[in-house]
């Protein structure tokens, strides 16, 4: 675990009546670091955004603040604020009465929250619209409010819980990039629950990808992006392609013996803890070299026959849909092939995902992110499909 951790969850477990959402999840975030937590509905996101600022109640584990211990403290004492993808507006209120909603609380004179909530306006440039009612104000300009209100406070740790998703695609995109300039400007710590990846690793310095109730893995957005440490987490980051193959590890490779419908190809381990026996694939479709079958071999790699079965333009690339024997691929290029035509799908070493198929009695991984620099080797979950296989 981090040892300069600024934000330190130990072992927390969380459920609602019966049913367990977190187990013993562990997570260490730096001061003035912007984490995103990502994942798929229902996989517990919101939930541990609700433990750290104190919504809920962790049935064990600990929650620390710079050394504090703040499990059991009331929301408003953990030096935290929490925007929610509601904004949570008081209507009737106007935005200078919204912005100063937590200081007046806080008991501070008129005078003083007149400034402080004149200096947040000039920081979200929402200076002359104070006097206005939320209902006045456009999706964008509410969301400001909402953080314009979590930020006067003065909070040590900003709780995002998918502040954009009530955004059209394009304000989002802006004000996505405002919050992350705001973030870096200020160098508070940020927590920012989100299903959407691209927002994450768009925003964030470390990306946290959850999977039912555990931490699939932590690690940078180029980290989680180009070496994933799961099945799960490649397809995630849109790595949806996915092949049955077998391997066996010789040296510093490992050698896939050919099938009906693909060569046979040297892939380098690059430090990953594979073993022999039957492998996921998992690869994007932007990752594949589409050709004619008769076209000379473009590059190296995994080489794949199939036939094109439709194709569709996405805007800068073709996606065709290819079927390899029965399993159907997507592969993009600049041009299009017709549908019928036999190619030749060459997926690049660098690009192919390898992951040990996993028995169905294999025991879950342990939730902990304490090893964010570790090696794909010295991953717990690496360890387990190493050991399964
Ligand atoms: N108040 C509650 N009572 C009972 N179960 C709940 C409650 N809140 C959440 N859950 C359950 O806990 C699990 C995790 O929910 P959570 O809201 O943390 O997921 P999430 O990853 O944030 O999902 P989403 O992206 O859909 O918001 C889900 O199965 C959900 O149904």
Known sequence: ???????????????????????????SIARGEFVALLGASGCGKTTLLRAIAGFVTPSAGAIAVAGRDVTRLPPDRRG????????????????????????KLKGLPRAAIERRVGEIEALLGLSGLGGRKPGA??????????????????????LLDEPLSNLDARIRLKVRHEIRALQQRLGITAVHVTHDREEAMAMADRVVVMEAG???QAGTPEEIYNRPASAFVAAFMGAENMLALNGTVRGEHIHIAAG???GAAEVPLDGRALASGALEARFRAEAVQLQAHDAPPATEGLALSGHVEAVSYLGGAWRHSVRIGQTPVFADAEHSLAPRTAVRLTIPAEKLFLFNTPSPSGAAAPADDTHPTATRATRPDRVREAAIS
């Open 260 to 262: 009906p419908h693909y």
């Open 137 to 158: 104000l456009s999706g964008g300009q509410r969301q400001r409010v909402a953080l314009g209100r979590a930020l006067a406070v003065d909070p040590q740790i900003l």
């Open 214 to 216: 555990r931490i699939a």
């Open 1 to 27: 675990m981090n040892d300069d951790a600024f934000l330190r969850i130990t072992d927390l477990s969380v459920g609602y009546g019966a049913t367990r959402v977190l187990e013993r999840l562990r997570l």
């Open 80 to 103: 935290m604020a929490l925007v929610f993808q509601s904004y949570a507006l008081w209507p009737h209120m106007s935005v200078a009465k919204n912005i100063g909603y937590g200081l």
